[in-house]
């Protein structure tokens, strides 16, 4: 190996080094919220809001414990039931708040509220109390994504219940606050 090889071979091992370093020191900039959002609501909570009976809380991300997911025992993710909550920062909690998927306030939990809407996902109800902030979203439609043929009357009826459960999950998890 000539000294010429082995100088570049030495450049390009720092070079990958410092961009390896760079992108560590990114990611560790983003900022991310704290808390155990599974530790907010019991199983019998989250069945009972659902009316099926649910697994208890896993983290959706592993070692991310600010992610948690409820979901219809027996079932698989695409068919089954399920309720999500995740603890946001105030910057994730405040971005959708006025965008393109924005759909209101609701008026009466935590000390702020709103709800969005994204096409393919549904509704989810943000909350913010004190310096919590929290989003939860709900699939509490039989059969899940198996259902292809619903009228518009019986998706507004879906999207009223998921709206009733994650209205009514949000104030049981403020409980814990």
Avoid at 1 to 8: G, Y
Avoid at 11 to 25: D, E, N, S
Avoid at 111 to 137: C, F, H, N, P
Wanted: proline share 5%; hydrophobic share 40%.
């Amino acid at each position: 190996m000539t000294t010429r090889s082995a100088s570049c071979l030495v450049a390009g091992a720092v070079g990958i080094t410092m961009l390896v370093g760079v992108a560590m020191m990114a990611i560790a900039a983003i900022p991310q919220a704290s808390g155990n959002a599974c530790a907010l609501l019991s199983a019998q909570q989250v069945s009972t809001a659902l009316g099926v009976p649910v697994d208890e809380g896993q983290d959706e991300l592993q070692g991310q414990p600010q992610l948690c997911s409820w979901r219809e025992h027996g079932k698989s993710g695409m068919t089954g039931q399920y309720l999500k909550l995740t603890l946001l920062t105030a910057q994730q909690y405040e971005r959708p708040k006025a965008g393109p998927f924005a759909k209101g306030p609701e008026n009466g939990i935590g000390d702020e509220a709103y709800w969005s809407y994204i096409q393919g996902i549904g509704y989810t109800l943000s909350v913010k109390k004190g310096s919590v902030y929290m989003r939860l979203q709900s699939r509490p439609i039989p059969d899940g994504m198996e259902r292809h043929s619903d009228t518009p009357e019986e998706r507004a009826k879906w999207d009223d219940k998921a709206k009733a459960v994650e209205r009514a999950m949000a104030l049981s998890a403020l409980t814990k606050l």
